[in-house]
């Protein structure tokens, strides 16, 4: 398997588009369709603004055939697939071109913002029936013999007030291990891709339950982050200023909040190896903008 991540430039994103080429031509040659598989986040940008050079998107859109599944955030999905997401149906649009136009088997979109109004969808922020603040993932793997069309499935997470450090290289570590383990487990290795039969539905397949199980690991890890986030956020109100001045102060202060930040995982090692309880972490099917029960 190969991860690849972050690349700060377009000549880079190139490089690294050569090696999974080359490691997909060998297995192709050697007919062992299955034992390559890359997971390619497409960090380009978030909330509307990308952050690294603007010709990196023509170099991701061209690498894309080559991968197997991609995690883009909600802004970068729109980029890759010329699709702006703004209500169910070009969510669904937007993945099912992904699909279609790129040969893409899997699609996982880590943060999906809709319209509130939409009492269904998934939404970054929402409110469960017990007033808790809650946020959606929405991920698919489209058909084999059908036509690449998408399996979508949502799944929806306790969400924390705060902004975490490394949550995506998280989620992007942990999908490569638990996705190879659940299509070993659906007998899936010695397929192109990994693809699950047609038949298998959206949330019954290998990449909703690696997500699942991905998840429930994170939220420990987040939980146990927020806490110590807390604490020493608390501890700032009552440190000595030493006569700095508030410039000086507020930098002390971000600097310290943002290391509390960083989620703690060798703390949490036993939750990444063993996730506990995944049963609020459910994928649910999500087709033509209705999610099903």
């Known amino acids: 398997m190969m991860l690849s991540g972050y ?4 000549a880079l994103v190139r490089e690294v588009g050569k090696i999974g080429a080359s490691c997909r031509a060998r297995a192709t040659a050697n007919r062992k369709p ?6 390619l986040d497409p960090v380009m940008g978030d909330n509307g603004r990308i952050y690294v050079d603007e010709d990196e998107l023509p170099v ?9 599944l991609i995690l883009p955030n909600q802004f970068e999905a729109e980029l890759l697939s010329g699709v702006k997401i703004s209500d169910l149906k ?3 649009a937007a993945i099912e071109r992904l699909h279609a136009e790129y040969g893409l088997p899997h699609v996982f979109v880590t943060s999906i913002r809709l319209p509130a109004s939409q009492s269904a969808t998934p939404s970054t922020l929402e409110q469960d029936l017990s007033g808790a603040a809650t946020l959606s993932v929405v991920g ?7 036509g690449r069309k998408p399996r979508i499935f949502s799944i929806t997470v306790p969400a924390l007030p705060i902004f975490f450090s490394g949550t995506g290289d998280m989620f992007a570590a942990l999908m490569v291990s638990r996705l190879q383990q659940e299509a070993a487990a659906a007998g899936l290795l010695g ?7 047609d038949e298998v539905a959206a949330e019954d397949l290998p990449l ?3 997500a699942e199980k991905v998840l429930a690991s994170m939220h420990v890890v987040l939980k146990d982050t927020a806490a110590r986030y807390e604490r020493q956020a608390e501890l700032l109100k009552f440190e000595s200023k030493d006569g700095q001045t508030a410039e000086e102060e507020e930098t002390s202060r971000h600097l310290k909040l943002t290391k509390a930040a960083e989620v703690r995982v060798v703390k949490n090692a036993q939750a990444l190896r063993e996730p506990p309880v995944i049963d609020g972490f459910k994928a649910k099917g999500v087709r033509f903008g209705v999610e099903e029960s």
């Open 7 to 10: 690349c700060p430039s377009a």
């Open 34 to 39: 299955g034992s390559f598989f890359w997971v």
């Open 60 to 68: 991701y859109k061209d690498l894309l055939r080559h991968a197997d």
């Open 90 to 92: 070009s969510m669904h």
């Open 140 to 146: 698919s793997s489209c058909t084999a013999g059908g």
């Open 191 to 197: 397929n192109a891709s990994w693809q699950s039969p």
């Open 208 to 210: 909703a339950k690696a």
